[in-house]
């Protein structure tokens, strides 16, 4: 069975500073994995997708994330944080046998200080 | 372009009501997801349906809830005599038939249903 795990509820940083949020995913095979955020009272938005073709995914707001397959993470980064990135992050793997079923983590809230 | 559109936006309903949810997936999508999202936790699946069939159901608690996407009209979730534990937010998705990624092309979602059991 495939699972998300995502390491830390929340997450604080100061704007400017480099966020990261930390995703390990379980997988018998090589998955496909998305980082969609939400923010408060909103659905959820789509920032970026690994489908196995370059390692490394750039997605929108400037956050990257990069799979490794080693380490079986996912993690998101963006350089320098604004005060518009504080909204909830989800790391979400696809179930390819299960018609594409999106599997969610837990979740990370992340907080931008002034 | 119309995304998903989910309405109503909020529902409150008293325990024992029915609540009715809507989801119109974007325009030439046939998949439609429904989540279902518990104060402080993540997403979890409750059931994927293409047009007219039920595909996944192995997230819906067996009791009071249903789900149906006719050929015609939206995507309902229909949750039957509520209690307040069925207070949370419904996200609906959708996706259009295998494109560039196959089956893990992206959900698009809705900006959910938020569903207050009084």
Known sequence: AQSVTQLDSHVSVSEGTPVLLRCNYSSSYSPSLFWYVQHPNKGLQLLLKYTSAATLVKGINGFEAEFKKSETSFHLTKPSAHMSDAAEYFCVVSDRNQ????????GTELSVKP | NAGVMQNPR???????????????????????????QLPEEGLKFMVYLQKENIIDESGMPKERFSAEFPKEGPSILRIQQVVRGDSAAYFCASRGLAGVYGNNSP????????????
């Open chain 1, 99 to 106: 018609g594409g079923k999106l599997i969610f983590g837990q």
């Open chain 2, 10 to 36: 909020h529902l409150v309903r008293r325990r024992g009501q029915e609540a009715r949810l809507r989801c119109s997936p974007m325009k030439g999508h046939s998949h439609v997801y429904w989540y279902r």
């Open chain 2, 107 to 118: 959900l698009h979602f809705g900006n959910g249903t938020r569903l207050t059991v009084t």
